[in-house]
């Protein structure tokens, strides 16, 4: 390959990599071409990117990005999966591609920078997910609040309540 091709491609992969610090490294080279075309499309409307790449070209660019170099996930042929809500729901979308097709293997992968390798890509698959994180985070700031709204309320509510009686009884009582 020349200089010239190999730097396009390299600028080419840097534009695409570029700020990417969360995502998988697959070996889809024993998935057949049907499989692959429908996995394509079916990741590609949640928002997923795959990227066949040259292993060394990746390590260029990973290495100008402050990203591990992925010694160990680069090794044969290697995809790069990117993209949709976060990488939990990734790992989840390609840890149920892996188990629907046995030729798909999940290599590893990065985590905020940091190589993760293919158990690591199964255990975050299990994980919550961001929204779901903000979610329990949310309950977890706002249950105090509740519980003292309900322990001030509670007693007011119930003298509220005897007194309505008290004034009934005695208006009825007056009749």
Request: proline share 2%; aromatic share 2%.
């Amino acid at each position: 390959m020349s200089k010239i091709v190999k730097k396009m491609m390299l600028e080419d992969l840097r534009t695409k990599m570029e700020g990417r610090r969360d995502f998988l490294v697959l070996d889809l080279s024993k998935l057949d071409a049907i499989s692959n075309n429908e996995m394509r499309i079916e990741l590609a409307q949640k928002g997923i990117q795959l990227l066949g790449v040259k292993n060394r070209l990746l390590q260029v660019i990973l290495r100008d990005e402050g990203v591990d170099t992925l010694d160990g996930t680069l090794a044969g042929p290697s995809t790069v999966v990117w993209g949709g809500e976060d990488i939990v729901g990734l790992s989840r979308e390609m840890t149920q591609w892996a188990k629907k097709t046995d030729a798909l293997k999940i290599k590893g992968g990065s985590v905020d920078g940091q190589e993760v390798d293919s158990v690591g890509v199964v255990d975050i698959s299990k994980g919550p997910s961001r929204l779901e994180l903000i979610g329990q985070l949310a309950g977890l700031i706002l249950s105090p609040g509740a519980n003292l709204a309900g322990a001030l309320l509670g007693p007011g509510g119930k003298l509220a309540g005897q007194i309505t009686t008290i004034s009934e009884e005695e208006s009825g009582d007056a009749a």
